[in-house]
DNA sequence: ATGACAACCTGTGGGC
DNA sequence: TGCCCACAGGTTGTCA
């Protein structure tokens, strides 16, 4: 579910609720996430103070003094304030209750996700992981550069979290329509400046998409619990087989990459 | 090193 | 209404 501005959204709306509070409780209810949930992280989260929330790439940190949680929402997950007395529904497998007493609720129907604890600010996970794309690493001569070597499809390119970072399905598709560029073109066979405009609008697509609170599509939620509304603004994602609303006269197409789903414009995008 | 692909898991929607 | 299959926002690990 999540991409990049699924998870700041998130990270947002905790934010204000959950810095400075105190953990009074914790209740796992279902451990079996992508990586089993180790057996301390009860006793690590009871009685810590929360200093800061951060983003790195599709992960959420939330630091304490003495140590972090590593969260990951995978494709189904969410993590979003609730009261005490709300109970619990199906796949709600952890909640965080804090003094004020609001609590953290994850929920995750599918368990791609995971939660970690670090005792310092390191984890295997993050190792390896390119630039922000919100940052001026990723710029169009990095991607330039390294695009040089590679002859996959662009798109793979782009949602290679080595390469860059945060860019999930959704953004993909959305960016490589608007800079016009076809998701199955060679990432070696495209210009420098038809890459300056790429960055650009991958930059600009994430940042409208955390600007209306992320892309809604069955039940995201960020975690003021508020439904996202770039689903709007989606120009290609779900729409194969409908019009492309630039050129209002071909279809988009749909192709597999890497068997994820591909809609781009045959006309517009080359 | 790169790339193709299976695996992890549940829910949903379409076709029959 | 029900059954079966394909597919869904992500990432890792394996094998060629």
């Known amino acids: 579910m999540p991409e990049l501005p699924e998870v700041e959204t998130t990270r ?21 996430l992508r990586w089993p949930i180790s057996d301390d992280l009860e006793q690590r989260l009871q009685g810590a103070r929360v200093l800061s929330t951060r983003r790195r790439a599709k992960y959420l940190l939330i630091d304490f003094q003495n140590g972090s949680l590593l969260v990951h929402l995978g494709m189904s997950g969410s993590l979003r304030l609730s009261s005490k007395n709300e109970e619990p529904r199906k ?12 609590l953290l609720r994850y929920h995750d129907p599918r368990r791609f996700g995971s ?11 993050l190792d390896h992981l390119g630039p922000e794309p919100l940052s ?3 710029s169009a001569d990095y991607l330039y550069r390294t695009s040089r070597k590679r002859s996959s499809p662009v798109k793979h390119i782009i949602m290679d ?18 800079a016009g560029i076809r998701p199955d073109r060679a990432a070696n066979n495209i210009s420098k400046v038809r890459y300056e405009l790429l960055v650009e609008t991958i930059k600009q697509v994430l940042v409208t998409a955390i600007e209306v609170g992320g892309t809604t599509l069955r039940d995201f939620v960020g975690g003021d619990g508020k439904a996202g509304y ?26 597999r990459q890497s068997n994820r789903s591909t809609v781009f414009c045959p006309n517009c995008q080359r």
């Open 136 to 138: 001026a690493d990723f």
């Open 91 to 102: 796949h709600d497998h952890v909640d965080i209750v804090l003094e004020s007493g609001l």
């Open 12 to 32: 947002r709306g905790i934010e204000p609720h959950v810095v400075g509070r105190t953990v009074t409780a914790v209740t796992i209810r279902d451990r079996r």
């Open 161 to 178: 979290a080595k390469v860059v970072v945060g860019v999930g399905n959704i953004y993909a598709n959305e960016a490589l329509f608007i």
């Open 115 to 125: 939660m970690h604890w670090l005792d310092d600010t390191s984890h295997v996970l």
């Open 230 to 255: 770039f689903a709007q603004s989606l120009q290609v994602y779900g729409r194969a087989g409908e019009l492309c609303k630039r050129c209002e006269g071909r279809e988009l197409r749909e192709i």
